[in-house]
């Protein structure tokens, strides 16, 4: 929320009284018997903001600085922003920091959000995701790998098309071995996608807070990745668990609504589904008929 100058529209620093840039005093008296907002604490001055924490109408004399934004004087003295433990990894150390922060989020949620900055760097939420990628897939990567490699050695030499059998076992397993190397980068790079796309949709149901608070909130939904330390677990259950994760922290670091919240974590998963669905049977379709079918 960016407040503005009641006569020239101009956005102004908060806690200034005058406009610099037309210099009108921005402590202007509503008209008598008028409908516009008057400040909460000042109701002889006329509303220039809504507080994004307590929804009361603030005057420019009211307003602050405060770290997720523009915010009554209030609440900022009231309810300072406390901080994750991935917030403090100088202090605790990076996985510390981050075990600490999966622990909260998968058994207590509500606690562990509650009175927290919302926002933070895209690069601080980027590096929790790199993690949670790193320990939903690398343990199951690993075990798959082993798998085929034990099953590629079972498996009789014999000639097929030409392949020579040892060389067909050794990239089966060295391309097993690049994909738990690389899924963990190309989650993460499809995590910075899919909160693009999410924050798209939070925008069409009226957030105002930046794409960072978006990123900090779909990052922390992807907590329940760190159950990956158990082989195959992640990689089919952590998705569903995180989704639903996703509306409740969207809700509660952007202070919307649960129909916005639900939206904004679901509707842009559904939506890609549909379209990669549609597109696959498509092509099913374009191929049975091309055998005559269909």
């Known amino acids: 929320m960016t407040p503005s100058c009641p006569s020239c529209q101009a956005p102004f620093t908060p806690g200034a009284e005058t406009c610099a840039r037309c210099g009108v005093s921005l402590l202007v008296a509503p008209a008598p018997g008028g409908a516009e907002p008057v400040c909460a604490v000042h109701p002889e001055w006329r509303s220039v903001a809504t507080c994004p924490r307590c929804g009361a109408f603030a005057c420019a004399r009211c307003l602050r600085q405060g770290p997720e934004g523009t915010v009554c004087a209030t609440c900022l003295e009231r309810e300072p922003l406390g901080q994750l433990p991935w917030d403090q990894r100088a202090e605790l150390g990076t996985l510390k920091a981050f075990w600490r922060t999966c622990y909260g989020m998968l058994m207590r949620p509500t606690e562990t959000l509650r009175g927290v900055n919302p926002d933070a760097p895209v690069s601080s939420s980027?590096?929790?995701?790199?993690?949670?990628?790193?320990?939903?897939?690398?343990?199951?990567?690993?075990?798959?790998?082993?798998?085929?490699?034990?099953?590629?050695?079972?498996?009789?030499?014999?000639?097929?098309?030409?392949?020579?059998?040892?060389?067909?076992?050794?990239?089966?397993?060295?391309?097993?071995?690049?994909?738990?190397?690389?899924?963990?980068i190309f989650s993460t790079g499809m995590t910075l996608v899919n909160a693009g796309l999410d924050h798209l949709v939070l925008?069409?149901?009226?957030?105002?807070?930046?794409?960072?608070?978006?990123?900090?909130?779909?990052?922390?939904?992807?907590?329940?990745?760190?159950?990956?330390?158990?082989?195959?677990?992640?990689?089919?259950?952590?998705?569903?668990?995180?989704?639903?994760?996703?509306?409740?922290?969207?809700?509660?670091?952007?202070?919307?609504?649960?129909?916005?919240?639900?939206?904004?974590?679901?509707?842009a998963p559904v939506l890609s589904c549909c379209l990669c669905g549609g597109v696959y049977g498509a092509i099913v379709f374009a191929a049975l008929k091309s055998t005559g079918q269909v």
């Open 203 to 267: 925008r069409m149901g009226g957030v105002e807070h930046r794409f960072s608070v978006t990123m900090r909130a779909h990052a922390l939904s992807q907590a329940p990745y760190i159950v990956g330390v158990i082989p195959f677990v992640a990689v089919y259950a952590a998705p569903f668990w995180a989704v639903g994760l996703r509306a409740f922290t969207y809700r509660t670091l952007h202070r919307t609504s649960w129909g916005t919240a639900i939206a904004g974590a679901f509707l």
């Open 126 to 184: 980027m590096g929790f995701v790199m993690l949670s990628a790193i320990a939903g897939f690398l343990t199951t990567g690993l075990v798959y790998t082993a798998i085929i490699g034990v099953i590629m050695g079972l498996v009789p030499e014999t000639e097929t098309n030409g392949a020579d059998p040892k060389d067909v076992k050794l990239w089966m397993t060295i391309g097993m071995a690049a994909w738990t190397v690389l899924m963990p």
